[in-house]
């Protein structure tokens, strides 16, 4: 055990100096940096917020209560509006994404993520820098859709899930009801619709070919193509990839691969518990680290601070 952690230090070791050296830093974020940084979707938080459809439902994790096929769309949005509040509005419950922005300070970086949760902005990256690719819990779109329109769902969600018994602390942390359990359903005149159309208002999330493309997701994708092209011109390039799988790899992953690949300048990292690894190719340019996120990103912090 003292051995597999003299070599996790190592090789977080190694980052910090890559981390040091590179002219400019691309950082792939996948589901992985979220749970990391405390968006846990089972045990104590599930019970929490949702004890109450799990004991009708049946279901054990709020991903599976997502595809549950609820008998009507007020008992739907009143299990989605929880869902969306605590893992879009309410407080970050760990420090990763504030310990990756402060390890990037004064560096030339830019994000793309598959994370929906906008973290990122909330912990203080410039949205100038950020590219979400798969959509934002916080917006809504038509179901249809009717146009290639988002909106802010904020003030929706949240009286939704007032009118379930809940309360909204200051800091957005969701409280439960000071008397009795909360209701399981939102009354219809709750439920979101298109402002253009009046069709039934969906979250702006990649699931099926009705996902929005905004004009705002489209200025992102083309800052992202900007910064790729204008960094890889000989700079020492560092394709930093955190808790990214196999559910989009062609998003993140087989890009960051195939560009460290084609530029002898590039190096690339990846941070990821369980599921650490690499194209053979790149191999001798490449750092994985098979670590808890949260404790590597403390630790290169923790460097950068000394």
Same mark, same amino acid.
């Given at each position: 055990?003292?051995?597999?952690?003299?070599?996790? /230090?190592?090789?977080?070791?190694?980052?910090?100096?890559?981390?040091?050296?590179?002219?400019?830093?691309?950082?792939? #974020?996948? #589901?992985?940096?979220?749970?990391?940084?405390?968006?846990?979707?089972?045990?104590? &938080?599930?019970?929490?917020?949702?004890?109450?459809? #799990?004991?009708?439902?049946? @279901? &054990?994790?709020?991903?599976?209560?997502? @595809?549950?096929?609820?008998?009507?769309?007020? %008992?739907?949005?009143?299990?989605?509006?929880?869902?969306?509040?605590?893992?879009? @509005?309410?407080?970050? =419950?760990?420090?990763?994404?504030?310990?990756?922005?402060?390890?990037?300070?004064?560096?030339?970086?830019?994000?793309?993520?598959?994370?929906?949760? $906008?973290?990122?902005?909330?912990?203080?990256?410039?949205?100038?820098?950020?590219?979400?690719?798969?959509?934002?819990?916080?917006?809504?779109?038509?179901?249809?859709?009717?146009?290639?329109?988002?909106?802010? /769902?904020?003030?929706?969600? &949240?009286?939704?899930?007032?009118?379930?018994?809940?309360?909204?602390?200051?800091?957005?942390?969701?409280?439960? =009801?000071?008397?009795?359990?909360?209701?399981?359903?939102?009354?219809?005149?709750?439920? =979101?619709?298109?402002? $253009?159309?009046?069709?039934?208002?969906?979250?702006?999330?990649?699931?099926?070919?009705?996902?929005?493309?905004?004009?705002?997701?489209?200025?992102?994708?083309?800052?992202?193509?900007?910064?790729?092209?204008?960094?890889?011109?000989?700079?020492?390039?560092?394709?930093?990839?955190?808790?990214?799988?196999?559910?989009?790899?062609?998003?993140?992953?087989?890009?960051?691969?195939?560009?460290?690949?084609?530029?002898?300048?590039?190096?690339?990292?990846?941070?990821?518990?369980?599921?650490?690894?690499?194209?053979?190719?790149?191999?001798?340019? #490449?750092?994985?680290?098979?670590?808890?996120?949260?404790?590597?990103?403390?630790?290169? %912090?923790?460097?950068?601070?000394?």
């Amino acid at each position: 055990m003292e051995a597999v952690q003299m070599h996790l /230090d190592a090789e977080a070791a190694r980052l910090g100096e890559e981390l040091a050296a590179a002219d400019a830093i691309v950082v792939g #974020a996948g #589901a992985g940096l979220s749970t990391a940084a405390g968006f846990t979707y089972t045990g104590e &938080r599930f019970k929490r917020y949702f004890g109450d459809f #799990a004991r009708v439902y049946g @279901f &054990r994790d709020m991903y599976s209560g997502g @595809f549950f096929p609820y008998e009507t769309p007020g %008992k739907r949005w009143a299990f989605w509006s929880r869902y969306i509040w605590i893992n879009r @509005f309410a407080p970050i =419950p760990g420090s990763a994404y504030d310990d990756l922005r402060k390890i990037l300070e004064g560096k030339d970086a830019f994000v793309i993520t598959t994370n929906v949760d $906008h973290c990122f902005q909330r912990a203080g990256f410039a949205k100038d820098r950020l590219f979400y690719t798969q959509g934002d819990y916080g917006l809504f779109q038509c179901s249809g859709p009717c146009c290639q329109e988002t909106w802010d /769902d904020e003030e929706v969600v &949240r009286a939704m899930v007032e009118a379930q018994g809940f309360r909204v602390a200051g800091d957005g942390e969701l409280l439960l =009801p000071e008397n009795g359990a909360p209701k399981m359903a939102v009354p219809d005149e709750s439920l =979101p619709t298109c402002p $253009h159309c009046g069709r039934p208002a969906v979250m702006n999330l990649r699931a099926d070919g009705t996902f929005v493309e905004d004009a705002g997701w489209h200025e992102a994708a083309q800052r992202y193509r900007e910064f790729l092209r204008t960094r890889q011109d000989g700079r020492r390039v560092l394709f930093l990839e955190l808790g990214v799988g196999y559910n989009t790899p062609v998003i993140i992953k087989y890009p960051f691969w195939r560009m460290t690949a084609h530029d002898p300048n590039a190096r690339y990292a990846t941070v990821n518990l369980g599921d650490a690894e690499v194209f053979e190719g790149i191999r001798d340019r #490449a750092i994985c680290i098979d670590g808890d996120i949260a404790e590597v990103l403390g630790a290169l %912090k923790g460097l950068k601070d000394e």
